[in-house]
């Protein structure tokens, strides 16, 4: 298979290889996901009930209430939080959550390039995601 | 993002972790939205203090920033809690009033002026032109547009950071071509009271997006109804600010919308939900009230008492109730309560068994039948003070 790679722009530098977990979606983390457990608890999410730990989490970009930046500090120090974030667009809620919970981050990725299950590699601080190998379906 | 030599110093973390995270989030989000620079300020006003729509997830990080020693820069004040520290926190459980506290004490440590309410202007007004990084959106859209101030809509925690740095991203509202208007909004209508004002916020948020109006027709409003109009307006919407006309420099094509009496009528009426009537609670204070408003309400109760099995709050600042306390004492010898730190949406109400929530405010009529479960029904003020009211 050939190696996809997708430039963007480092938003919280870092660098992971990890499962990606993807959603068309935006992501509320107030609300939207559960601190105790980082399930996505949101109802009618197309990620309801996946679990956020460990994972690179890839979705066009956060809303609500700025509370949730808060949220992701919390799960990063219960050992909860995803290993990466990758966004379309990054707005202020998630990026201020990635950069005091220091995840890696990076936006202006087509995320619909990558799918749930794909073994990607982040590096943040060059700003490129690659998919190093498709789940196989 | 161009950096001064000082700037870097605190990027690079040789002032400290809690300054260094802060300057991240500033210069992160400067970046986001092209920002140059940053500017300095000569206030932040923290939201995301009540216990209520915190939850446990942020007290975490406020003590880490405590504990690494990050402090205020600037005046700093914060929005409401949960509960006052009299009459309601003695109505629930210990467990939420020592959560809500330990958050109070976060914010304490880090130097921030324990202001509790949405109207820091009334502690200390700004001046105009000044730059501030506040958080709280009614005092947002009241400081730009009534007093001349310069802010952005923070969150919580850019102000957070702000407050600790000293500093803002110069961005959005702090540049002037950004303060210019768009839309011409001709109100075909004598507004009568506050509960209008409000409707008219109500309903312009939802058509403007984030588009900053001109409105022709309020010459008549007072500071009271603008803030009843602007406090509404964040509501429903993102725009920041609005001109009276007689400020507006009229430049540029302007998008035009006529606003008539029915528009308001509707609005008025969406806004109502009760089925019955009758209300448990009866809230005057959303946003926090003037010396003004404290006044007129000491004067519309007079010597009436207030009815069996009807609560009537009075929500306001400590500096305001410092301020007007004979009228407080009118007001609570009527068996009201004037009750500082807190309002009805900030304060979990269905624990207290409300359910119908009777208010002159459209910003809470908007949010109570989610944050509250309530059903509302609003009116102006004299119009909520009566049926609470015997005699």
């Known amino acids: 298979m050939q190696l996809i790679t997708l430039k963007g722009r480092r938003i919280v530098e870092g660098y992971c290889k990890a499962e990606a977990l993807v959603s068309l979606k935006p992501i509320s983390f107030l609300g939207g996901v559960d601190p105790a457990d980082g399930k996505i608890i949101e109802k009618g999410h197309d990620l309801c009930g996946e679990c956020v730990k460990g994972k690179v989490l890839c979705f066009p970009h956060g809303h609500g209430s700025t509370v949730g930046s808060y949220v992701l500090y919390s799960l990063a120090k219960k050992s909860l939080a995803p290993k990466a974030i990758v966004n379309k667009t990054a707005d202020p809620v998630v990026v201020v959550g990635a950069i005091i919970a220091e995840i890696p981050m990076i936006d202006k990725i087509d995320i619909k390039q990558i799918r749930t299950g794909d073994m990607v590699e982040v590096n943040a601080d060059q700003g490129f995601v690659k998919i190093l190998q498709r789940k196989e379906s | ?391």
Not at chain 2, 67 to 84: L, M
Not at chain 2, 210 to 229: H, T
Not at chain 2, 323 to 344: L, M, N
Request: proline fraction near 3%; include cysteine; aromatic fraction near 6%.
């Open chain 2, 1 to 391: 993002m161009h950096l001064t030599r000082e700037e870097e110093r605190v990027y690079d973390g040789e002032c400290g972790w809690a300054s260094k995270i802060c300057m991240k989030i500033l210069v992160r989000l400067g970046e986001l939205f092209d920002a140059e620079k940053l500017i300095p300020i000569s206030s932040a006003h923290a939201s995301g203090v009540s216990y209520k729509t915190l939850g446990d997830a942020p007290t975490e990080f406020l003590q880490a920033l405590a504990d690494a020693d990050g402090k205020a820069k600037v005046e700093a004040t914060t929005n409401p809690q949960s509960f006052d520290m009299g009459y309601l926190s003695k109505r629930f459980d210990k467990e939420v009033r020592e959560k809500q506290l330990k958050v109070l004490d976060q914010f304490e440590r880090m130097g921030f002026t324990q202001s509790l309410t949405c109207t820091p202007y009334y502690l200390k007004t700004p001046e105009k032109g000044a730059h501030l990084a506040w958080a709280e959106s009614s005092a947002v859209v009241y400081a730009n547009s009534v007093l001349g101030a310069w802010t952005n809509r923070e969150g919580g925690p850019s102000a957070l950071a702000s407050a600790i740095v000293g500093k803002t991203p110069e961005y959005g509202m702090h540049k002037a071509k950004n303060r210019e208007p768009k839309v011409l909004v001709k109100l075909e209508t004598l507004l009568e009271n506050e509960t209008e004002y409000g409707a008219l916020g109500i309903l312009l948020g939802k058509i403007l997006e984030d588009k900053i109006p001109v409105i022709q027709g309020l010459e008549n409003a007072s500071k009271d109804d603008l803030k009843q109009l602007g406090a509404a307006l964040a509501s429903t919407g993102m725009t920041n600010m609005f001109y009276t006309e007689n400020v507006a420099e009229k430049t540029g094509e302007f998008e035009k919308i006529s606003i008539e009496h029915k528009d308001i009528k509707k609005t008025i009426e969406d806004l109502s939900t009760a089925s019955n009537a009758k209300a448990d609670l009866v809230f005057i204070g959303c946003p926090h009230c003037s010396l003004d408003e404290i006044k007129h309400v000491a004067d519309l109760i007079g010597d009436r008492k207030v009815r069996d099995g009807t609560e009537l709050w009075v929500c306001t600042s400590r500096c305001v109730r410092a301020k007007a306390v004979e009228s407080v004492k009118r007001i609570e010898h009527s068996g009201s309560h004037v009750i500082t730190d807190t309002c009805a949406v900030v304060t979990w109400t269905d624990r207290l068994g409300i359910k119908t929530i009777m208010t002159n405010s459209a910003k809470t009529a908007h949010y109570a039948p989610t944050l509250n479960r309530a059903e509302t029904i609003i009116a102006p003020m004299k119009n909520c003070l009566e049926p609470a009211l015997k005699g």
